[in-house]
């Protein structure tokens, strides 16, 4: 059964450096969502993107997130100078369509470790 | 806004007992819900969700959630617990006029099994 991927699974960087979380979304989908999960609180949306555009962004992605479709397989995640209260579960998931009701597949997760 | 309250962070059972995983929400119109469990190191799954039509609505797993509007609630059941149901689970809502935001997502419920 086709699945997203990410990668790496733990990512430990220092304060201020910039850190790329890379996700391989399902290969026929079009849709491309950020979530995150700061230990015990809620999963959060992040962006969501679709033909190499940003489709909708929470209040949380602010200038230091960007997001990229670098090939045709890849979507990134970009955190530009990482803050001590980024350190959180990121979570890459797909849909096909933007429909609410449609199903969003989510990947396993890159754990960012901000010190 | 929309939200999703999970009632206990943590939920332990007998194997074979009922499951009962709760979940209430707030949305000023027609919700969508969701039901998500994640295994260990592995991404959210979908188990089933509401759009619109029948109110009971049966998922993988032997899973089962109902939507009741007047009490606003979309709780997750399933008539005996099996050790491999040990995980987090997470209930989500989104709607139509969701604005920004594809999917807001409770704090999640771990479940436990136990032999």
């Known amino acids: 059964e086709p699945e997203v991927t990410q990668t790496p699974s733990h990512q430990v960087t220092q304060m201020g450096q910039e850190v790329i979380l890379r996700c391989v979304p399902i290969?026929?989908?079009?849709?491309f969502y950020w979530y995150r999960q700061i230990l015990g609180q809620k999963v959060e949306f992040l962006v969501s993107?679709?033909?190499?555009?940003?489709?909708?962004k929470s209040e949380i992605f602010d200038d230091q997130f960007s997001v990229e479709r670098p090939d045709g397989s890849n979507f990134t995640l970009k955190i530009r100078s990482t803050k001590l209260e980024d350190s959180a579960m990121y979570f890459c998931?797909?849909?096909?369509?933007?429909?609410?009701?449609?199903?969003?597949?989510f990947g396993p997760g890159t754990r960012l470790t901000v010190l | 806004a929309q939200s999703v309250t999970q009632l206990g962070s943590h939920v332990s059972v007998s194997e074979g007992a009922l499951v009962l995983l709760r979940c209430n929400y707030s949305?000023?119109?027609?919700?969508?819900l969701f039901w998500y469990v994640q295994y260990p190191n592995q991404g959210l799954q979908l188990l089933l969700k509401?759009?619109?039509?029948?109110?009971l609505v049966k998922g993988i797993n032997g899973f089962e959630a109902e939507f009741k509007k007047s009490e606003t609630s979309f709780h997750l059941t399933k008539p005996s617990a099996h050790m491999s149901d040990a995980a987090e689970y997470f209930c989500?809502?989104?709607?139509?006029?969701?604005?920004?935001?594809?999917?807001?997502f409770g704090k999640g419920t771990r479940l436990s099994v136990i032999a």
């Open positions: 998931a797909s849909s096909e369509s933007l429909a609410r009701t449609d199903t969003q597949y």
């Open positions: 290969s026929n989908h079009l849709y």
């Open positions: 993107f679709y033909n190499n555009e940003i489709s909708e």
């Open positions: 949305s000023s119109v027609p919700p969508y």
């Open positions: 509401y759009t619109t039509g029948a109110t």
């Open positions: 989500a809502v989104t709607s139509m006029n969701s604005g920004n935001t594809p999917l807001v």
